[in-house]
Nanobody
Framework: QVQLVESGGGLVQAGGSLRLSCAAS????????LGWFRQAPGKDREFVAA????????YYPESMKGRFTISRDNIKNMVYLQMNSLKPEDTAIYYC????????????????WGQGTQVTVSS
């Protein structure tokens, strides 16, 4: 059993920055990829970024490269998503996720989900 708890969401103006945090607990994550998805109202859950817990290797879909950076602290068991130059279209609930299968994360394959944290970007 793995528990994931997101924090750091909130309201930010366009062009601003936020850092989301995901606290992982329950079992060792050495075999897991951890990452982030987001879901806006009426839209599919969208893959944002992933990181190998053991190696720190990161992966981003092409649509997410540039403004977002994922990182991890393997001592504190924390995963972060640094979001810069935020746009109103980044408004969504952001979910932390854990996947043992692959770093290229698929929403239908995720082993564990957090409850999400709301990010709202105002224009």
């Amino acid at each position: 059993q793995v528990q994931l708890v997101e924090s750091g969401g909130g309201l930010v103006q366009a062009g601003g920055s936020l850092r989301l945090s995901c606290a992982a607990s329950g079992r060792a994550f050495s075999s897991y990829n951890l990452g982030w998805f987001r879901q806006a109202p009426g839209k599919d859950r969208e893959f944002v970024a992933a990181i190998s817990w053991s190696s720190g290797r990161t992966y981003y879909p092409e649509s997410m490269k540039g403004r977002f950076t994922i990182s991890r602290d393997n001592i504190k068991n924390m995963v972060y998503l640094q979001m810069n130059s935020l746009k109103p279209e980044d408004t969504a609930i952001y979910y932390c996720a854990a996947d043992r299968t692959a770093q290229y994360m698929l929403a239908t394959r995720i082993d564990y989900w957090g409850q999400g944290t709301q990010v709202t970007v105002s224009s």
